[in-house]
């Protein structure tokens, strides 16, 4: 039994009494519930630094009242049911019943993209769910369990707070050789959105415009949000972005930042061409605008070598680079990393300090024995097979229904965990009618910047969560809307 808080008012006599009261204001508090049980007399007269019989003669007219019960071997516990339950502490300055409290909320973002509930439905299409259930759980605990019987005393501290001294060095090194980053700090973060708000709070100020993608990730939109900043749509094609509207915008707004998403576009999968990431850069360098490169599945490419990424072609250190272990492993680790210019790097940790000393590093020090150990590009390269064969699937899957006469565009994606579907109808009554038959997807919608744009025939399927018997009796029940 958990101790009890008990503040017994000692205008109250005999002593008894006292107790029984106080235990009763536990109760009705909702401090103690029905039937929890309750501490032992030897132990609240210990607290209470009073005699034990004083403490059963108080149990005992708690009894009496129908408060509490007692059995044998159980001892005391709340009554099943009580005379009056967890009703609300009233204070001193008299009965505040009446009254209710308003919070003011300063802003109220909107909820990203429902995608948070898309493990409620059986069949999830969800973007960029990996497939969790098949992560090598088995094979990662003894990496967890190596890093608790041999732990780093010094990192548990609040030293090294740019994140577990391994992990930030198997990551340098995984940077360097897989993706080409080399000159710039990495800092262990709780996942990309807690970079997305802490960049947005140390760069920008209110009125601050950020250039976004017009189809894009409401979750990085909403931070910059947060931090009071307006945000301005880069039109897009289908192959990229429209560089000349984005030297527009720098011409006719000052911007500060830009946020892309280059190698598989959130959520149309398009790879940013090489000629237009170097004329992004030049422009950026020009108008004095930082970009943020979101890279968040850069390890599932299936048509070659991923290009590498723009912070790995960054002379003037203007470009943060984020990723995540949301998609290698599973959301819920909430591990990612930024590569930042190292004249960043100490305002971003001490921007960080004020809102989280440091990141968890128990579960870094892990993936930092996984990757040391080779076993994470083990992973990669089981999961980046399976994915390639579940893209490869639904790419058949959709090819049959076009054969069979459903009028459907889609590029085959060149990576990634999602294919971005022309589907030619009202995409927001199909989100609704597979959301009906239990399948989760989401339509264009979701990720306009500028609701006008708005075509309504796009929708959203992510590949990677489900095997491929399951992705095609799930489409199976999307695809009857058309019969
Ligand atoms: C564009 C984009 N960025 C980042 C993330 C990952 O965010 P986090 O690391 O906060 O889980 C996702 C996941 O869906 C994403 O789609």
Known sequence: MKDLLLTPDPAIKPAFVRIAAAIREAITSDQVRANESLPSARKLAEQLKTNRHTIMAA?????????????????????ADLPVQGSRKITDSGDLSERTFHWSINSTPQVPDGSMKALDFSYNFAGGLPDIENFPFQEFKSYMSDSLTRPDIFGLGYGNNNGDGLFIEQVTTYLRRARGITDKEIIAVNGSQEALYLISRLLLKPGDKVAVESLGYRPAWNAFKTAGAELLAIRQHKTGIDIRQLESLFKQHQVRLIYLTPLHQYPTTVT???????????????????????????????????????????????????????????????????????????????????????????????IGRWMEDGALERHLRRTGKKYRQRRDNLVKQLNNYRQQGIALDFHQPAGGMALW???????????????????????????????????????????????????????????????
């Open 421 to 483: 579907l022309d589907i030619k109808q009202e995409a927001a009554e199909i989100e609704a009618y597979a959301k009906a038959r239990d399948v989760f997807l989401l339509g264009e919608s979701h990720f306009h910047l500028l609701p006008e744009n708005n075509e309504n025939r796009y929708i959203r399927l992510g590949f990677a969560a489900m095997d491929e018997e399951k992705l095609n009796l799930g489409l199976a029940r999307v695809f009857r809307y058309f019969s």
């Open 59 to 79: 149990y005992q007219e708690l009894i009496a009242q129908g408060w509490v019960t007692s059995k044998q071997r159980q001892g005391y516990r709340v009554a």
């Open 272 to 366: 940013l061409p090489i000629t237009e990431r170097l004329a992004v850069y030049r422009l950026a360098a020009e108008y004095n605008v930082a970009i943020i490169e979101d890279d968040y599945d850069h390890e599932y490419h299936y048509q070659s070598q991923p290009l590498t990424p723009m912070a790995a072609n960054d002379p003037l250190g203007l470009v943060i680079y984020l990723s995540t272990f949301s998609k290698i492993m599973f959301p819920g680790a909430r591990i990612g990393f930024i590569a930042v210019d190292k004249s960043l790097a100490a305002d971003f940790l001490n921007y960080r300090s004020i809102v989280n000393h440091k990141p968890n590093v128990l579960m870094q020090a892990a």
